[in-house]
């Protein structure tokens, strides 16, 4: 079956600090990538996609590339802001299949 | 405008209560989902209807019924509450069963005490 695995939080980081969170995938066929991000007392939002490989989803501030020959959908910015702080959830879909990871709490210090 | 809209924001009820949870949708999608969020975050689904059909039925206690009375609701009721179902139930809706990203509510707390 379809699994996603990202890393584990919470992560803790400065402001203007660089960001990555780890995401890898296992799944059959050939799958949409995705990033949601939730923010405290909000549902989840979605950050950037990605629907082939070698594709890059950007938005934000925020970038992750789909590389097929590492199963992964790593998110990265390169100066976080206290705004940013929220969880990171990545997820992807195939076969009419939605599979979220276990999300990534991200707080970003002034 | 809001696009996808539950309520209550707030549900606080004792054990044995019954009780409902109503979503909306006003994007025109196909595609409804009722997600449970635990304390760790960990998001699950529970139902997924398409044009008013149940699609998905994950495993969980017969408790919970969905209902969708057309494609731009899907409700969740919820028969003789634990304590266990204390959680935050997120509605979501995308435009169909394929890759379509998902848009989601601001969730329902409940606390069953």
């Known amino acids: 079956g379809n699994s996603v695995t990202q890393m584990e939080g919470p992560v803790t980081l400065s402001e203007e600090a660089f960001l990555t969170i780890n995401c890898t995938y296992t799944a059959t066929g050939y799958p949409s990538l995705f990033w949601y991000v939730q923010y405290p007392g909000e549902g989840l939002q979605l950050l950037l996609k990605a629907t082939k490989a070698d594709d890059k989803g950007s938005n934000k501030g925020f970038e992750a590339t789909y590389r097929k020959e590492t199963t992964s959908f790593h998110l990265e910015k390169g100066s976080v802001q206290v705004s940013d702080s929220a969880v990171y959830f990545c997820a992807l879909s195939s076969a009419r299949q939605l599979t979220f990871g276990s999300g990534t709490q991200l707080t970003v210090l002034p | 405008d809001t696009a996808v809209s539950q309520t209550p924001k707030y549900l606080v009820t004792q054990m044995g209560n019954d009780k409902s949870i109503k979503c909306e949708q006003n994007l025109g999608h196909d595609t409804m989902y009722w997600y449970k969020q635990d304390s760790k975050k960990f998001l699950k689904i529970m139902f997924s209807?398409?044009?008013?059909?149940?699609?998905i039925n994950e495993t969980v206690p017969n408790r919970f019924s969905p209902k969708s009375p057309d494609k731009a609701h899907l409700n969740l009721h919820i028969n003789s509450l634990e304590l266990g179902d204390s959680a935050v139930y997120f509605c979501a809706s995308s435009q169909d069963l394929g890759n379509s990203p998902l848009h989601f509510g601001n969730g329902t707390r409940l606390t069953v005490t």
């Open positions: 209807y398409n044009n008013k059909e149940l699609i």
